[in-house]
């Protein structure tokens, strides 16, 4: 029987199927244009991108084949692709889409290639990027009537492999090199990014600056860089940044009598005599904690209490609000914890070690009383002499002699209690942190004034989408000049995955009829990113079927209806992305 099964299986591989080879010139593929490509297209359109470029940046329209514009516009566009399109791939990543729709006539994907794009970031780079920038968020912000009510800056680092060596680069020219890594890599070279988003992730103004470039210089520039843009209407939005926002000069330009600025922040602890330190201890002083429950949703928010001081700094009475919430009461117990085991390790080979005399074992001592001079524990220690008797090897013989006595010194430490004193200090500080604000009281609660912090997050949600490897690993520029000009282009994806975001949200929230359940796993759509909105119009595409001719179908009607029903609250027809 089992010969037989063998027989049949060896049967079975020796039979040979039937495939008919067609040669690669008789097949012909049809040109597509995905949905997601169209759809950064149009926002494009909207603002005027091409134009705006070509009209700003020096160049010669008999020597270009494809415009600078469009030469960017591509390496946009490409950042929405589903695969990674680096510089040099990008005429392949175009390769079967109908390129003359997009970028005109005549226009192939072999014209958008390395060369000719990097021409381009050239002539971008010369005319500035960072205004460049400033003019299409604030066209952005006028075409779609973007209202706002605050402002949040952070900076975030873009880390780069490779020597780059720039001692030919102009001067002024910017500085790839080390500096605060906020990826983890100290090894890498970098350029340093900030950017100002209002509540709504949509960016007003971007800078890409030298990477041994500090926040506190960052945040300088970027209230000039405010000022210029928004002018006295800067003093109608509340100002929002993390620590490094608050220092002695700094603080003295926001809370200038002519010209002040509403502003929230974290007060850093090294900040006027570390006011933030000595509130908090009169907060667990006072013991007056406001509860003020949850802010944001999900299973994994905190809740938290406050209380609110006035302290004069510099003559000017500053309003601070001590925050204590559950997950600093976690971070605690865990950094505690923490301490107490690897506190328990060093013990442990402490206790190994067999030292020849009580000198070295008290020499030891002092270098592990110093590792742990900070120690939330108090330990005692004890030095034991050791006596071995050691015998001579072999048969001792009538005479033998006497045993050596070998004496050797053991440390050996016991943990007795916690510090009460630093345990408090920790508890103190991992559960509490300190807000700054010069909003009075009348107008934001001590809540609003936190929940308007927290949302610092749409800021570095922006930074998290920035690092994709669709959007960061298209840096694969040797020059700094370059690499300014393409990070523009990359802050311009992120400005039209925002609008995008924004205007999605927007129409959801306006809306007074119930939309279908075309969210995750069929769920009511509400507050969908734009990672949503890609993905559910990843596969759908237009197929050319000959001049000016193109078709579309779906899959599914669970995907017509979900592709229908975004396009509709982003107020676009499917026949309008051929336009």
Known sequence: MAKASKKSHKHKRNKKRKITILHPAKVEQPLILPFALLLANKFLKLIGFVEFIDGSVEWDESHWKVSPGNLAKAVILATFMQVRAPLYRIKRAFAGYDTEALFGKGVMPEHLNDYSIA??????????????????????????????????????????????????????????????????????????????VNEHGIAVASSTMDGNTSDIEWNQKALALTKQI?????????????????????????TDPDN?????????????????????????????????????SGKNACTYEMQEFMEAVENCDTRFIVVRSSAGKDRFEHKLEKQRMELKKDILTLSGKVFV????????????????KKSLFLFDVCFKEEKTEKRPRGNPGK????????ISWRVTVHIQAENATAVEKLKHEEECFVLITSIHETEFDGKEILRQYKEQTVVEAQFRLLKEPALA?????????????LVMLMN???????????????????????????????????????????????????????EDTYSYGFYSEHQQLTVTTVLELLDIDIEEFLE
């Not at 009580?358 to 020499?363: I, P, V």
């Not at 005479?399 to 070998?406: E, L, R, T």
């Open 399 to 406: 005479n033998p002699k006497p045993p050596v006595i070998v």
């Open 260 to 296: 002040r600025i509403r502003f929230i922040s974290r007060c850093p602890a090294n900040f006027y005599g570390k006011v933030a330190g000595r509130l908090i201890e009169k907060a667990y002083k006072f013991d007056q904690w406001t509860d003020i429950g949850q802010i944001g």
């Open 473 to 485: 690993a298209s840096i694969f520029l040797k020059t700094p000049e370059r690499i300014n000009a």
């Open 357 to 372: 005399c009580e000198a070295d074992a008290r020499e030891e001592w002092a270098r592990f009383e110093k590792a742990h």
């Open 119 to 196: 021409r381009a970031l050239d002539r971008i780079s010369e005319a500035k990027p960072e205004g460049l920038f400033s003019s299409i968020c604030l066209s952005m912000y006028s075409v779609f009537h973007i209202a706002f009510n605050r402002l949040h800056s952070d900076t975030t680092t873009l880390s780069f492999y490779g020597q780059y060596m720039c001692d030919d680069a102009p001067e002024g020219a910017l500085n790839i090199t080390k500096g605060y890594n906020k990826d983890h890599l100290p090894h890498c070279k970098q350029a340093v990014v900030g950017k100002i």
């Open 492 to 546: 311009i994806s992120l400005l039209i995955r925002a609008i995008v975001q924004y205007k999605i949200r927007k129409s959801i929230n306006e809306s007074e009829e119930e939309l279908p359940r075309i969210g995750w796993n069929n769920k009511k759509l509400e507050n969908p990113t734009i990672k949503y909105v890609l993905e559910a119009l990843e596969k759908a595409y237009f197929v050319k079927e000959q």
């Open 230 to 254: 928004f002018g006295d209407c800067l003093n109608e939005v509340t100002y929002i940044a993390d620590s490094k926002l608050i220092n002695l000069p700094t603080f003295k330009q926001l």
